[in-house]
């Protein structure tokens, strides 16, 4: 095939590109309109979310179907892209952290992820067995629903369909789907109920007269930038995402040797947990070269919001609505567990082992333990406009210790695995097991530290 014919065959692919670009812009700045007219924002509700229903109402399947079917399969293709580029602007404009201050706000940011993660088995189980089982003879694999489609989303449920049907549980990948669903919109709806909750409470480090302000104010977020600066600023960006996607290339070819499933958990591993690594890399060299005033930190905000925004508009109109029509007392169950679960940990234990921005750094694994790391993201920019707290640095190295194990790494993948073969009770007291040791450890720590946030 010749140049000319390649052009001609890409042609449509660009236009039907342009459209789902332009339609996306389109909806989201609709929702955007609503949201500001309707002051959703007070109670709690994402404009962006509004967003995502428009566009759910507008898709094939929705009562105004307007959008045709391709702009539908191309914004499915778009919150990896979209979560790669806000993970690859997360630490372009902070100064890097010196490694002594960040052993206290990291170490309890993993213990509370890894409560919230192991905790997700331990209700699953407990659901499964008291529950489930004796009303319905479910399997016992359905016990990991819970930590693949809140901590996974969408992507992990859909991957990991083919290991549940192959231990007899065919229906895994659906149902895995419609918690994902669900998952998605509690993470939002709920989340944002909460942070209109901490408001009033004086738990957001912006209002409460007790806890001093960090960051740049205000004044720094409305500098005027012109279009040379945001150039540079999505460049540096783009420079990240090819670091991360050059260590990925590596991590990948380092694994092959080894084979088995170190090999195929590097295979499935996504690109944005390091494109934080990349962001990280191009800040170093910003400093070290005397040029970290590229990365503007107004610029890098917005661009880290549209994008997030963005995902979370395409992610919510391309639900799959009639997937909660089917098995949906399972569904609830387990949907409700996990929600519990996470709303006490967040609520209880956070303000014990986080610093005195605790609300800020809970919030934001609240999102990525029950929607996807965007929904954490977009709960945070809800409780910290001004980036005033330490959340989204401690929260990126956690990320970067953590995402290769769990959401879709290590240990979901040997989950059903174990509870095929030691069975579901030994899995689950196993999994109690770490929550008790996490969470002590967490404690510890916390109170091995000068006391800074009052618990609620």
Not at 141 to 156: D, Q, R, T
Not at 222 to 243: D, H, K, T
Request: hydrophobic fraction near 55%; charge should be neutral.
């Amino acid at each position: 095939m010749n140049p000319p014919e390649l052009w001609i065959e890409a042609l449509p692919k660009l236009g039907w590109l342009a459209l789902a670009i332009a339609a996306l812009s389109l909806t989201l700045a609709l929702g955007r309109l609503i949201g500001s007219a309707l002051q959703l924002r007070l109670w709690g509700i994402p404009e962006a979310l509004v967003a995502g229903l428009l566009g759910l109402l507008l898709a094939p399947g929705g009562p105004l179907p307007l959008l045709p079917l391709p702009v539908l399969e191309l914004w499915a293709g778009l919150p990896l892209v979209l979560l790669t580029l806000v993970f690859g602007s997360l630490m372009l404009s902070k100064p890097l952290p010196q490694l002594g201050s960040l052993w206290r706000p990291v170490s309890g940011q993993v213990s509370l992820a890894l409560v919230l993660a192991f905790g997700q088995y331990v209700v699953g189980g407990l659901a499964v067995l008291l529950v489930l089982q004796p009303l319905l003879g479910v399997s016992p694999v359905m016990a990991c629903l819970i930590e693949v489609a809140y901590e996974g989303g969408h992507g992990s449920a859909a991957a990991m369909g083919p290991s549940y049907a192959a231990l007899g549980f065919p229906g895994g990948q659906d149902l895995g789907l419609a918690m994902a669903t669900v998952g998605l919109l509690s993470s939002t709806l709920v989340g944002g109920l909460v942070v209109v909750l901490a408001r009033r409470q004086g738990w957001l480090l912006a209002t409460s007269p007790t806890k001093p302000i960090q960051g740049e104010g205000a004044s720094a977020a409305a500098s005027p930038a012109g279009p040379a600066a945001w150039a540079v600023n999505l460049a540096l960006v783009g420079v990240a995402v090819l670091v991360g996607e050059l260590l990925l290339l590596a991590l990948r070819a380092l694994t092959v040797p080894l084979g088995g499933g170190v090999a195929a958990v590097a295979q499935a591993l996504p690109v944005f947990p390091l494109a934080i690594l990349g962001s990280l890399f191009v800040r170093w060299v910003l400093e070290r070269s005397g040029h970290s005033q590229w990365a503007s930190a107004p610029i890098q905000s917005e661009l880290s919001t549209l994008a997030a925004d963005l995902l979370i508009t395409a992610a919510t109109a391309g639900l799959n609505l009639k997937l909660l029509q089917a098995d949906w007392l399972p569904l609830s169950v387990l949907a409700l567990g996990g929600l519990t679960w996470n709303l006490a940990v967040v609520l209880l234990l956070a303000p014990r082992v986080l610093p005195a921005d605790w609300f800020e750094r809970a919030v934001i694994e609240f999102g990525q333990a029950t929607g996807v790391a965007a929904s954490g993201l977009l709960l945070l920019r809800m409780a910290d406009p001004e980036d005033q707290s330490n959340a989204l640095s401690a929260f990126s190295i956690k990320q970067l210790l953590l995402q290769p194990f769990l959401a879709g790494g290590v240990i979901t993948v040997v989950a059903p695995l174990a509870v095929a073969g030691w069975g579901l009770p030994v899995w689950t007291g196993f999994c109690f097991g770490l929550v008790l040791l996490a969470g002590g450890a967490g404690l510890w720590l916390a109170g091995s530290q000068p006391a800074a946030a009052p618990a609620p």
